[in-house]
């Protein structure tokens, strides 16, 4: 089992930065691939960014390639999703969440049924 806390998110205008956190405690953290997903008020959450467990690979939704970068140190147990150029419609809470895989490689997978753990979610919120 692990347990994902998520920080780094606070108010930006827009054209500004942030970098999330999500920092895992618990064993064997390289066993998992980890995304982030977002949830807009009275939208769904939907998937950002994924990074498999060795972090060869990665994948985004459309809406932010190019100006999102998700990567993962295993040595800290912690994966990033470094936010640039951001817009008033990345304004959303922001989750990791970790899909446990041992002895697997699998595709980064979008859909929120494939992950079994989540965060709480951090508020990042772009000003216009």
């Known amino acids: 089992q692990v347990q994902l806390v998520e920080s780094g998110g606070g108010l930006v205008q827009a054209g500004g930065s942030l970098r999330l956190s999500c920092a895992a405690s618990?064993?064997?953290?390289?066993?998992?691939?980890i995304a982030w997903f977002r949830q807009a008020p009275g939208k769904e959450r939907d998937f950002v960014a994924g990074?498999?467990?060795?972090?060869?690979?990665?994948d985004y939704t459309g809406s932010v390639k190019g100006r999102f970068t998700i990567s993962r140190d295993n040595a800290k147990n912690t994966v990033y999703l470094q936010m640039n150029s951001l817009k008033p419609e990345d304004t959303a809470v922001y989750y990791c969440?970790?899909?446990?895989?041992?002895?697997?490689?699998?595709?980064?997978?979008?859909?929120?049924?494939?992950?079994?753990?989540w965060g709480q979610g951090t508020q990042v919120t772009v000003s216009s």
């Open positions: 618990g064993r064997a953290f390289s066993n998992y691939a």
């Open positions: 969440a970790a899909s446990f895989q041992p002895g697997r490689s699998l595709p980064v997978a979008v859909r929120e049924s494939e992950y079994h753990y």
């Open positions: 990074i498999r467990r060795s972090g060869t690979s990665t």
